[in-house]
């Protein structure tokens, strides 16, 4: 009997033409978040297999947790043997010195092979345990232990506990997007909904040095790094906004600012994720949170693009996205006070319902495709995965 890792896939077992796409992928998944614990790992349409482990369960279980498309997972133990007498023996040596008052047995028979039904299966091990342990009774209602066994093709599995997984898709299986990351509150929230739909994202920040300091770009990073931990590993694209932000202050109305220096935004991000074949834009906007996000704001500036723009916290109160953000443990990290580029150059009065025409007419004012132009071809992209020596949250 081998000691093992089960993975139960849920959601995913509804996709029918493609499922071995989503299966593979996330087995490439697992196999990369537990590249150093030298795993082997199987599969079939039912559930995924993770062998070889040494004593390194606890580990192991924490890092699957991390993981998109795992509905639940399971240690059990594996059986190279079909025959009912063979499992209780089993049952039985795993079970003879645990401690327990009450039991069921939960039988699920994939391999229609065996003549047996699920439920007689059941009870056959049940009177079996009963029979040789003593101070034990059966309760299928509320049972102390629930035994699982499951009869495959290839062998049998039994179980006892079930821990749940993050569910979702395996991140990649849907495509690639671009987050744009700010180091406030919602846009890593956004991500970590983004990833779990299965989109691989690249992370988008805009800085303006001098008025945005080292500490918030450390910040920005320290960020991206925890959302690297779900989607393998993150490329972030830093854009240097200065010279975008300084032409527009100094020459558009101060109360249209933050409309074109976030259509300015829209227009890179679009770049950006047509460079690196990304089909949609993210970020954290959320509805009425403030004047740039009114539905006439969210209008004006979504023209500038035609890729579709995502928005996962858009109809979340501020409350809801900061339980999110302290259960992805992002929080702590966006509430550091450093100052970003949209606060630093927020007017006193920015306009609630800007205007298409209008906003096309100020920035006639600016030669913004030259500076656009020349702000991506200056861009800095750094790789970012979880493992990486460098820490930036030290250097906050
Ligand atoms: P967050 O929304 O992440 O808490 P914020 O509230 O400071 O940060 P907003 O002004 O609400 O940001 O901007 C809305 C969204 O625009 C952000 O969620 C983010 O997706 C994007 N954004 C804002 N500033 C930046 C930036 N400097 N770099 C990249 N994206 C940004
Ligand atoms: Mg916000």
Same mark, same amino acid.
């Given at each position: 009997m081998e000691k093992l890792i089960l993975i139960k896939y849920?959601? $995913?077992?509804?996709?029918?033409?493609?499922?071995?796409?989503? $299966?593979?992928? !996330?087995?490439?998944? /697992?196999?990369?978040?537990?590249?150093?614990?030298?795993? =082997?790992?199987?599969?079939?349409?039912?559930?995924?297999?993770?062998?070889?482990?040494k004593d390194n369960y606890d580990q192991v279980l924490l890092k699957l947790?991390?993981?998109?498309?795992?509905?639940?997972?399971?240690?059990?133990?594996?059986?190279?043997?079909?025959?009912?007498?063979?499992?209780?023996?089993?049952?039985?040596? !795993? !079970?003879?010195?645990?401690?327990?008052?009450?039991f069921k047995v939960e039988t699920k028979r994939s391999n229609k092979s065996i003549e047996k039904t699920s439920i007689e299966i059941s009870s056959e091990i049940g009177a079996f345990l009963l029979k040789n342990k003593k101070g034990i009774r059966v309760d299928v209602h509320n049972p102390s232990l629930t035994i699982y066994i499951e009869i495959r093709t290839n062998g049998s599995y039994i179980?006892?506990?079930?821990e749940p997984g993050l569910g979702g898709y395996p991140v990649g299986t849907l495509g690639k997007g671009i987050l744009m990351l700010s180091g406030g509150i919602d846009s890593p929230v956004a991500g970590y909904m983004t990833i779990k739909r299965g989109v691989k994202l690249e992370a988008l920040y805009f800085e303006s040095p001098p008025h945005t300091s080292l500490e918030a770009k450390n910040k920005v990073i320290a960020l991206a790094k925890i959302l690297s931990k779900y989607n393998n590993d993150i490329k972030l694209h830093i854009i240097n906004f200065t010279e975008i932000q300084e032409a527009i202050y100094k020459n558009i109305p101060h109360e249209y600012? /933050?409309?074109?220096?976030?259509?300015?935004?829209?227009?890179?991000?679009? /770049?950006i994720a047509n460079k690196s074949n990304a089909k949609i834009l993210v970020n954290g906007e959320s509805i009425g949170q403030v004047a740039s996000q009114t539905l006439t704001s969210m209008k004006t500036i979504n023209e500038v693009v035609n890729l579709p723009v995502i928005r996962p916290v858009a109809c979340f109160d501020k409350l809801e996205i900061i339980e999110i953000a302290k259960k992805i443990a992002t929080y702590e990290t966006s509430i550091l006070p450093f100052e970003d580029c949209c606060t630093?150059?927020?007017?006193?009065?920015?306009?609630?319902?800007?205007?298409?025409?209008?906003?096309? =007419?100020?920035?006639?004012?600016?030669?913004?495709?030259?500076?656009?132009?020349?702000? /991506?071809?200056?861009? =800095?992209?750094?790789?970012?995965?979880?493992?990486?020596?460098?820490?930036? =949250?030290? !250097?906050?």
């Open positions: 849920g959601e $995913l077992t509804t996709k029918k033409e493609n499922i071995n796409l989503f $299966l593979h992928t !996330l087995k490439e998944n /697992i196999q990369f978040k537990l590249k150093e614990e030298k795993v =082997e790992i199987k599969y079939d349409k039912g559930r995924m297999f993770i062998k070889g482990l947790k991390e993981i998109f498309g795992i509905h639940e997972i399971v240690v059990g133990y594996e059986l190279k043997s079909l025959n009912l007498e063979d499992i209780k023996k089993e049952v039985f040596s !795993l !079970l003879k010195d645990k401690d327990f008052t009450t179980y006892f506990e079930t600012l /933050i409309t074109i220096m976030r259509r300015m935004m829209y227009r890179i991000a679009q /770049i630093i150059f927020v007017p006193d009065h920015p306009v609630i319902n800007p205007d298409s025409k209008l906003c096309e =007419e100020y920035e006639k004012c600016i030669p913004y495709k030259d500076l656009i132009y020349t702000a /991506i071809k200056n861009h =800095e992209i750094l790789k970012i995965t979880e493992n990486d020596k460098k820490n930036f =949250e030290e !250097l906050l």
